[in-house]
């Protein structure tokens, strides 16, 4: 037996023995996090978010995942195990494009091998994202938030830059309800939002002075340099580049259409701008070109740090896709 098969045969006796199934209350402490500085009471932002992503239809596979519940210890818990869940939920995400199934794929990938309910495991965001940003573009306000608070918005990383996008991500979320936190507004208090209100480098911290003024991102305008090597450093070091162009991509083939995909996901209908979007960020990649990172956690054998792999590739297409080759995003 090869050593890649070996690896696989083990890791999937390893998915069979683990036991623990998901606590039901399994999005709620992100969104009450990402909403509990908005102008509504906690509750009835709870609520809020609920009545808007109730909306969407829910597959029969996320109904049959979530059906049955015990109560063990006082805390309640799904009869399937995370593997049953994510097995039906995948299903129901994939052939019926249903929020409530990605939400769940999220969950039950984060919480994979974990052996206390309710931590997160980061070791498999990265095969997460795809599923929120398919969510997420479908107009699921409970999407958008888990991924800019679980994802995007990573105080213990700070060089991991993904503030254009939680930028991006926060604008879409007022659009959708003005109701809903302003998180771009909220999130200023964090410094690199400091930096761009202020006008400082994002790298250096130098201000505009009399001789100095700094320049924006031609891509973004979002960030300020003072100089060549600290744009350089941003976009190489700090990979600006991809989110850059992941934003761009955004802007041209998501924010036009949000709300007409959005209308169309509710009824049940795809929208083309979505298949065309899915295509252009890389969702529907080739398995092929991310099989490692899905079967091994490494990246050219190397063992990579997920969070390395949520915000873009140089391009601005995601790491790990979604449904391979939808069949009409060619072009
Ligand atoms: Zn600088
Ligand atoms: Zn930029």
Not at 236 to 257: A, F, S, T, V, W
Request: proline share 3%; glycine share 6%.
């Amino acid at each position: 037996m090869g050593r890649k098969q070996k690896l696989r045969q083990e890791r999937k006796i390893k998915n069979k023995n683990q036991t623990s199934a998901v606590v039901v209350t399994t999005t709620a402490e992100a969104t009450v996090e990402a909403a509990s500085e908005g102008r509504l009471p906690e509750a009835a932002m709870t609520a809020l978010v609920e009545e808007l992503d109730d909306m969407f239809p829910k597959s029969d596979e996320c109904v049959q995942a979530t059906m049955d519940t015990q109560i063990i210890n006082g805390n309640e818990y799904y009869k399937l195990n995370n593997i049953e869940q994510y097995v039906l939920v995948k299903q129901g995400a994939i052939e019926h494009g249903c929020v409530h199934s990605m939400l769940i794929i999220d969950t039950t990938l984060r919480k994979r091998s974990t052996t206390t309910e309710g931590h997160y495991n980061h070791m498999y965001i990265h095969l997460a994202l795809p599923w929120l940003l398919e969510g997420a573009i479908r107009g699921s306000v409970r999407c958008i938030m888990i991924l800019i608070g679980e994802y995007y918005l990573d105080r213990a990383e700070p060089n991991r830059n993904a503030d254009v996008l939680i930028d991006y991500w926060g604008k879409i979320l007022n659009n959708t309800d003005t109701r809903l936190p302003n998180l771009s507004h909220n999130l200023a208090a964090l410094s690199v939002l400091k930096h761009r209100l202020g006008r400082t480098c994002i790298i250096c911290s130098k201000t505009d002075t009399k001789i100095l003024t700094l320049k924006q991102c031609i891509g973004c305008s979002f960030y300020c340099y003072c100089s060549e090597t600290c744009q350089i450093t941003h976009w190489e070091e700090h990979n600006h580049r991809g989110e850059c162009k992941q934003l761009r991509i955004l802007n041209k083939y998501h924010k036009p259409y949000a709300k007409a995909i959005r209308d169309a996901a509710i009824r049940g209908d795809i929208h083309p701008a979505l298949e065309k979007l899915q295509y252009k960020l890389g969702l529907t990649r080739p398995l092929e070109d991310y099989q490692e990172l899905i079967d091994y956690n490494t990246h050219d054998g190397k063992l990579i740090n997920p969070k390395d792999y949520v915000v873009a590739r140089e391009d601005g297409t995601v790491w790990v896709g979604s449904i391979p080759s939808s069949p009409i995003g060619t072009s």
